[in-house]
Every structure is written in structure tokens, then in C-alpha cells.
């Protein structure tokens, strides 16, 4: 038990992660590129027209991975700040606190574009479906997260404060995905999740695929990036970071 706290602790110190991140990052970064671009190549060029919604379903490609990217997002942000409460580990608070831009990012990302495509489909831009009303909730908790801490002049309770926030918010998590299910909307239910199989063409599944993937990677580098300047930022009266600042 010891050799794996001594691993946790080596592996969740700040300086030890800003010296590997930055290793890590541009393989994530180029990969998130690649992928990406193969993804929509695919589903823009080769993917067939669908029979009932015309070229107009091709913005699944971007929806529905900042959907799915919108509550991966925030259940990675939760899961971080519980960490930083139970365990005191400072790397996870960081990791929470560079999420939350990036989750809300994929969140309005996934409103706005489901507008878009929300138009030809219902005849307009916005409905209080309960869907679209409980993905929009989640954008006001990445907004609240990420703004309780400057209401808080103590960063640990600061800390402590926007993390039991993102805890609670997970409630919502389970309400965005069963909201086709359990109440009658326009939202479309589920095609790719489905149990028995994806009612959704192969063709058009594969770069859904893809760009998913795509947006797990970008996540992964934007999350690398943003947490070094918290490192940065938050450990900034340290030594290491001083003689880091005194070397560029």
C-alpha cells in the first residue's frame, strides 16, 4: 500500500506533471489533428445523404462529439474536484479548474450548433425540449464553477467550495442523457448507444466515431495545456517555478 501512495503522490506532484506534460502534449495535439481531419473528410465527402434530413445531418459530426464531449467533460471535473476534497491532492484541483473553460466550451459548442440544426428539422432555433433545457443547465454549472472561486478570497476553500458545486452538478448528468426517455421531446433519441445495435449507417457511423475520438484527443491536450499555467499560476511563489522563470 505505501509503494502505491508513493507512486500517486510522485505522480500527482505539480512540477513532476509539468515536466512530463509537456512531453505528452504535442502527440496529442498532432493526433487530435489527424484524426479529425480524416473524421470529417469522411463525413462530409464520402458518408451518404440521408433519406429524410438531406445534407443537413452532416453537423452531427461536430454536435454530437461536443455533446458527448460536453458531460465526458464534467464527469472528469467532478471526479477531479472529489479527489481534491477527499485526498488533498492539489494536482486534481488544478485539473478541475482547467476543465471547466473547456467543458463549457464543448457544452455551447453543442447548443449552438444543435440550433442550427434544430431550424430545418423544427422549424426553429430553440425549444424548452428536455434535452436542450437540461444541456443548457450544464452550461450555467461550468459558468458557476468557474466563477464561485473569485467570491472566495482563500483558494483552498475556494477550492473546496467550486468543487462540492461540480459534485452536486452531476445529478444533471443522468437527466441530459435519459431526458429522450423519460420524457416526450423532439430531441432525436439515442442511435449509436443503443443495446442491440446503432440505427445508424456504417458509413456515417465510422467518422461519428472518429471525431469523437478527435475531441477526446483535443480535450486531452487542451487539458495539458491549461493545467501547467495552473501549475504555473498556483505554484508561482515556489522555488521550482522561480528558477524555471530565471532559466527562460
Known amino acids: 500500500m505505501g509503494v502505491v501512495w508513493n507512486w500517486i503522490q510522485k505522480f500527482s506532484s505539480p512540477k513532476y506533471f509539468y515536466e512530463m506534460s509537456a512531453k505528452l502534449i504535442p502527440w496529442f495535439a498532432v ?12 463525413g462530409l465527402f464520402v458518408a451518404p445523404t440521408d433519406y429524410q434530413q438531406g445534407e443537413s445531418y452532416r453537423i452531427i459530426y461536430i454536435h454530437v462529439p461536443a455533446a458527448w464531449m460536453s458531460l465526458f467533460v464534467y464527469m472528469v471535473m467532478a471526479i477531479s474536484a472529489a479527489i481534491g476534497l477527499i485526498w488533498q491532492i492539489r494536482l486534481a484541483d488544478m485539473v478541475a479548474a482547467a476543465s471547466a473553460p473547456i467543458g463549457a466550451s464543448f457544452t455551447a459548442i453543442a447548443l449552438f450548433t444543435g440550433s442550427l440544426w434544430g431550424k430545418p428539422m423544427w422549424g426553429t432555433y430553440w425549444v424548452w425540449d428536455a434535452r436542450l433545457t437540461s444541456e443548457l443547465i450544464l452550461l450555467f454549472l461550468y459558468f458557476g ?17 467550486s468543487g462540492l ?18 420524457w416526450n421531446t423532439l430531441h432525436q433519441g439515442a442511435t449509436v448507444t443503443k443495446l442491440d445495435k446503432p440505427s445508424i449507417h456504417i458509413d456515417m457511423l465510422i467518422p461519428l466515431l472518429l471525431m469523437a475520438l478527435a475531441f477526446k484527443l483535443l480535450y486531452v491536450a487542451l487539458v495539458l495545456v491549461r493545467t501547467r499555467n495552473e501549475v504555473l499560476y498556483r505554484d508561482r511563489n515556489r522555488r521550482w517555478v522561480r528558477e524555471l522563470i530565471e532559466t527562460l
Open 31 to 42: 493526433a487530435a489533428l489527424l484524426v479529425s481531419v480524416y473524421g470529417l473528410y469522411l
Open 145 to 161: 464553477y468557474m466563477a464561485l472561486p473569485s467570491s472566495i478570497e482563500d483558494p483552498r476553500q475556494a477550492d473546496k467550495a
Open 165 to 182: 458545486l461540480a459534485i452536486v452538478g452531476v445529478v444533471n448528468i443522468p437527466i441530459i442523457h435519459y431526458s429522450v426517455e423519460w
